[in-house]
């Protein structure tokens, strides 16, 4: 058996992968004969890594189509017989691969550094979207084939269910870590997650045994099990965690023992341990959903969610809330912030730990799959016990909320129009409007303290809207709040989802005015390629620059109105009736062109058309 034999066994679709992860060029793509070559001649290819992301299933469609033994259950088993000890020996190491190695840690000098030093935490702007369309993207997608052929075709639903079996799968290699931690340092496992009697449902002992004893042990007791997760005594008064409360009435639905083994095995090559790999999962599935655009399930892009929660700089101090919280990206990202700058303040004492853990995080939805899914993603994240609800924030009228939050980040769905009947009648108090944008931001200045402050994605007619709804509001940020900044994006930011432009809008409740200069930023790009393919473009990107300008706010004073930055008193805000659209303010410079005299055209065009002539008359002459 060759390594050409087994490349030729390969569908199209998997040659291509290969030659797209390793960068090769082809001729005609469409040749099988020209794909094996390529692959065959590069130095860096490795059959054997490459065969190990391929689920369980398919390499053994292919062994049977070779010829060879197509048992045993673990996937080197399978690849070793494909390509035995020695058949890629005496090639250098991979100049290119496909997998994603994470960032080694940052040393404590660089870690303790804060957001002052915006380099630190713009690293990551143009690195965003890295396997979305590598080899995560071809195992979600051969996950959910499965799915779909089994019998589940809500995109929903699928998400759901791979979530759940995820969240088994990472409660494993978490359980895993502390019995590591146990064997080094010679004491019992702190606060194990699976107690002995649950050894069994652990991911890496299921995943071994026959594909009907496996349906019934997830079924009958892994699922119920992590229904049960954080179930806290009954002396603590709350009866439960929020997480334990969304998972209640969440329904296991794999119809088949084939099915789910078929899944298991396709889920245990995707390693969970860097949390930007689940961060990639949900946005590529979450980009299945096909009603996307309407409802607002989308994730906001991660690297515009990190921008908002560097701007904002949260502190230990701050109560954070999202009250559109949906897979609860922006909690997330809050979360990763403090702990990357208060870890050790965080972690210090039992009383530090529940505060960050129960009462630093709130969030809201009325959409019971996204409760379930944003809770398990911040324990996944590790915040073991946020504060994420059942609640229809703009039709439910809640004072224990009022003035409860010290942050607000959001970018809330702004889709739509709501009766009068159904809509709170304290937001009703502050802007006379139906529209749920500016509901939203009602909503947003009755939730926050005095002093506290937000980070929030606008559709940009909330800006320069003329109804007086519109008016109002931007009238309220302007003279009673303290409106800090605008950033202008493009509209192609939430392609494919949606196509509007929008904005981000920083501002300060103070209830006494304060506004003095807004600061105006007009983003060009985001590191990402504005059409539907959102293709990553890493030196392309503002996010950097926009961070390093903000938080020297003093110099952009100097700033002409040219610039991609500047400020603009609140007087002329005020002169132009409270509009906060850049394109009121930015100043744009027209460079003269020169264009040659008309007598010189007409020479060139002269010259021209004689040319043309002699050579009509050339193969005039050819034709006698």
Not at 90 to 97: C, E, F, K, S, Y
Not at 123 to 148: A, F, Q
Not at 552 to 565: M, N
Request: with cysteine; glycine share 6%; net charge negative.
């Amino acid at each position: 058996m060759t390594k050409r034999d087994v490349l030729a066994a390969l569908e199209r679709d998997e040659l291509l992968e290969a030659i797209d992860a390793y960068g090769l060029e082809v001729a005609d793509r469409r040749r099988r004969d020209q794909l094996i070559e390529a692959l065959l001649q590069c130095r860096a290819f490795r059959l054997d890594e490459w065969l190990e992301g391929f689920y369980r299933e398919r390499l053994k469609e292919i062994c049977r189509e070779l010829g060879l033994d197509d048992s045993g259950r673990a996937i080197a088993d399978v690849v070793q017989r494909l390509v035995p000890s020695g058949a890629d020996q005496g090639r250098p190491a991979p100049l290119v691969t496909k997998r994603y190695e994470p960032p080694a840690p940052q040393s404590p000098e660089v870690a303790d550094r804060r957001v002052r030093e915006p380099l630190i935490d713009s690293l990551t702007y143009s690195n965003e979207k890295r396997m979305i369309t590598g080899e995560l993207k071809s195992k979600v997608d051969r996950i959910w084939d499965t799915m779909w052929s089994g019998g589940i075709s809500n995109p929903l639903s699928v998400i759901e269910q791979l979530t759940y079996l995820l969240f088994i799968k990472r409660l494993d290699e978490l359980h895993t870590l502390k019995e590591r931690k146990a064997a080094r340092t010679g004491r019992p496992i702190e606060d194990p997650v699976f107690a002995a009697d649950k050894d069994h449902l652990r991911w890496s002992r299921f995943k071994e045994i026959a594909p009907e004893k496996m349906f019934e042990t997830v079924r009958d007791e892994a699922f119920p099990f992590i229904k049960t997760l954080g179930q806290k005594g009954e002396d603590d008064g709350e009866g439960g965690s929020t997480y334990t409360h969304h998972m209640k009435d969440a329904l296991f639905m794999m119809p088949t023992a084939r099915v789910l083994a078929n899944v298991v095995d396709q889920l245990d090559g995707i390693d969970m341990a860097d949390s930007d790999t689940k961060g990639d999962l949900y946005e590529y599935m979450l980009g299945k959903i096909a009603t996307a655009g309407q409802n607002g399930q989308f994730r906001t892009p991660r690297h515009v969610i990190k921008l908002m929660v560097d701007m904002t700089a949260p502190t230990l101090k701050d109560v954070i809330c999202d009250p559109a919280c949906g897979t609860a990206g922006f909690l997330i990202a809050a979360s990763e912030y403090l702990v990357r700058h208060h870890g050790e303040t965080i972690y210090k004492d039992a009383v530090a730990r529940r505060r960050f853990n129960d009462h630093t995080f709130h969030g809201y939805d009325f959409d019971p799959t996204m409760l379930r899914i944003g809770s398990m993603n911040m324990l996944l994240h590790g915040v073991e016990n946020p504060d994420i609800r059942y609640k229809d924030s703009l039709a439910q009228t809640d004072d224990d909320d009022a003035e409860k939050y010290s942050l607000i980040l959001a970018n809330p769905p702004f889709a739509g129009s709501l009766d009068y009947e159904s809509t709170a009648k304290d937001l009703q108090q502050i802007v006379k409007t139906k529209k749920t944008e500016l509901l939203f931001l009602a909503l947003f200045l009755r939730l926050l303290q005095t002093g506290g402050r937000a980070a929030v994605i606008v559709p940009d007619g909330v800006l320069f809207g003329s109804s007086n709804a519109h008016k109002t509001l931007r009238k309220i940020l302007v003279e009673e709040q303290k409106l800090d900044a605008i950033i202008s994006m493009p509209s192609g930011v939430f392609k494919p989802y949606a196509g509007v432009s929008t904005a981000i809008l920083l501002f300060t409740k103070t209830s006494s005015g304060g506004t003095d200069d807004v600061w105006f930023y007009d983003m060009q790009a985001d590191g990402f390629s504005l059409d539907d393919k959102r293709t990553p473009q890493p030196g392309k990107s503002d996010l950097p620059d926009i961070l390093a300008r903000w938080q020297r706010r003093d110099a952009e004073k100097k700033r002409a109105r040219t610039d991609q930055s500047f400020l603009v008193p609140k007087a002329e805000i005020v002169d132009k009736d409270y509009d906060l659209s850049i394109n009121r303010y930015k100043e744009v410079e027209y460079a003269a062109v020169q264009y040659d005299p008309p007598k010189a055209i007409l020479e060139r065009l002269a010259e021209l058309e004689g040319e043309i002539a002699k050579g009509r008359a050339e193969l005039e002459a050819l034709l006698e």
